[in-house]
Nanobody, 126 residues
Framework: VQLQAFGGGLVQTGGSLSVSCAAS????????VGWFRQAPGKEREFVGT????????YYADSVKGRFTISRDNSKNTVNLQMTSLKPEDTAVYLC????????????????????WGQGTLVTVSS
């Protein structure tokens, strides 16, 4: 499956931005999808994940309460809505897909995800 993240841009501190992930597959409901981010000079870190039918979402503590993941399997897209943005949220945001058979299968470790898209840059100005 091929993935492409898009929708990044420049936003002020405290602002909101939504980025999306488009998948080439017509069977996105066979995958859990994770969002990760990578800031310059830092390791790629987990942001959040959503199960194949959206019943489970899980977020990193650093974004909990500010970021929300949703998905539309009929459109093969997954969205990451970001609010109350901070300068430390500045990073390239990447989506990744994990083939799963169970709705309960969600993972936070980047090594578990075999499919990755090109990222989209989010810059939060202070």
């Amino acid at each position: 499956v091929q993935l492409q993240a898009f929708g990044g841009g420049l936003v002020q501190t405290g602002g909101s931005l939504s980025v999306s992930c488009a998948a080439s597959t017509r069977t996105l409901n066979n995958y859990a999808v994770g969002w990760f981010r990578q800031a310059p000079g830092k390791e790629r870190e987990f942001v959040g994940t959503v199960s194949k039918f959206s019943r489970i979402t899980y977020y990193a503590d650093s974004v909990k309460g500010r970021f929300t993941i949703s998905r539309d399997n009929s459109k093969n897209t997954v969205n990451l809505q970001m609010t109350s943005l901070k300068p430390e949220d500045t990073a390239v945001y990447l989506c990744a897909a994990l083939p799963v058979s169970s709705e309960r299968s969600v993972r936070t470790d980047k090594e578990a995800y075999p499919y990755w898209g090109q990222g989209t840059l989010v810059t939060v100005s202070s």
